[in-house]
């Protein structure tokens, strides 16, 4: 015969109704009484009736998680990191995460839709930004639970969202090599769309201008042919080692000739040398603020939305150095 919450509370010496509150992880419930309670569901082996919790709350205790619509999402490591993440977090809340993922937008609505009809999820972790999206939109209109890996740029108050102050990267950036003694400084990037983008070039840009040098953007694959540079921002790692190998053919050292920051502090960062200056962004931070955000929005009655901002560190290594 499988064992009940009634058994639990009888052996922990309890009320039913409180074990029923440890299995939510209530705050009412002090952590002395969830300690004994989780030792007498182990001692008992309880496992609890998921599709009866399902059933009596209405809710499925699963997470969407909506990858961007792209199509090389495997070569980027920072979504298998920050999914890591989200998965590992939601576990120790005893949630379940389900992968949301497709080429075009489009697909990406339908799933988001069919999933949250059928109850397979109680709402979304979209991890992406952009200016206009018909799965955020679709989500803002049906008044689904969701959280915004990113910033977006409009209904700022009205989407709970988590993400680091790129502006603030961009200029750190600048800053750093310009320190180094580095006057001709450009951005490179693969991109001009995405808010990431755009909010560390500006942070980049008002560095430059503040500190009375010309910003420069230099798009990889459409205009990589240096003139006077020595000091490159470069978007993300994944350019940047596209970058470095690109220098490399044209006879320039990194950074003998031209120091190398960017962003995210990834695997790619210490795959080959120069090992690369960039900014840790803290995505293990990143993906487990989302899923606290998340349980936080579908526990808050009243829909407050608000912006949670991860610090951030540079991290130095081998591409960058004082001008000569």
């Known amino acids: 015969m499988a064992v009940t919450i009634k058994d639990v509370a009888k052996k922990a010496g309890v009320n039913a109704s409180t074990v029923s509150r440890v299995l939510k992880d209530s705050p009412e419930i002090s952590e002395k009484t969830k ?7 182990q001692e008992l082996g309880y496992t609890r009736n998921v599709a009866a919790q399902i059933l009596a709350s209405g809710k499925s205790n699963t997470i969407g998680v909506v990858f961007p619509p792209v199509e090389d999402k ?12 989200i998965n590992e ?21 339908q799933q988001v839709a069919l999933m949250y009809s059928e109850k397979r999820v109680d709402g979304f972790i979209v991890l992406y930004a952009g200016q206009t999206d018909s799965v955020r939109d679709y989500l803002l209109d049906k008044k689904i639970p969701f959280v915004l890996l ?13 993400d680091n102050d790129n502006v603030l990267m961009g200029h750190e950036a600048a800053r750093y090599l310009i320190d180094l003694g580095h006057d001709e400084i450009s951005f490179v990037t693969d991109t ?32 990589m042919s240096l003139q006077t540079e020595t000091g490159l921002v470069v978007m993300d790692e994944v350019v940047a080692l596209k970058v470095i190998a690109r220098l490399a053919e044209q006879g320039l050292k990194v950074p003998e000739d031209v120091s190398v920051i960017t962003y995210n502090n990834s695997a790619f ?13 803290n995505i293990v931070r990143l993906g487990a603020a989302t899923v606290e955000k998340f349980l936080a929005l579908t526990q808050n009655e009243r829909g407050f939305h608000d912006k949670t901002i991860i610090p951030f560190e540079l991290i130095l290594r081998e591409s960058t150095d004082r001008k000569k």
Do not use: C, W
Not at 35 to 41: D, I, L, P, W
Not at 150 to 160: D, L, S, W
Not at 270 to 275: D, N
């Open 150 to 162: 990113g910033t977006p740029t409009e209904k700022q108050n009205e989407i709970t969202h988590v």
């Open 269 to 281: 960062s210490t795959i080959v040398h120069p090992y690369l200056t960039t900014f840790d962004i």
């Open 35 to 41: 300690v004994k309670v989780r030792k007498a569901m």
């Open 89 to 109: 977090t939601a576990r120790k809340y005893d949630v379940s995460i389900a992968v949301v993922t497709g080429y075009k937008e489009s697909e990406l609505k």
């Open 192 to 223: 001009k769309d995405g808010e990431v983008f755009k909010e560390r070039y500006q942070g980049y840009q008002d560095e430059m201008l503040k500190r009375k040098r010309q910003p420069k953007l230099l798009v990889f694959d459409e205009d």
């Open 74 to 85: 495997s070569n980027q490591p920072f979504y298998m990191k920050v999914l890591t993440s």
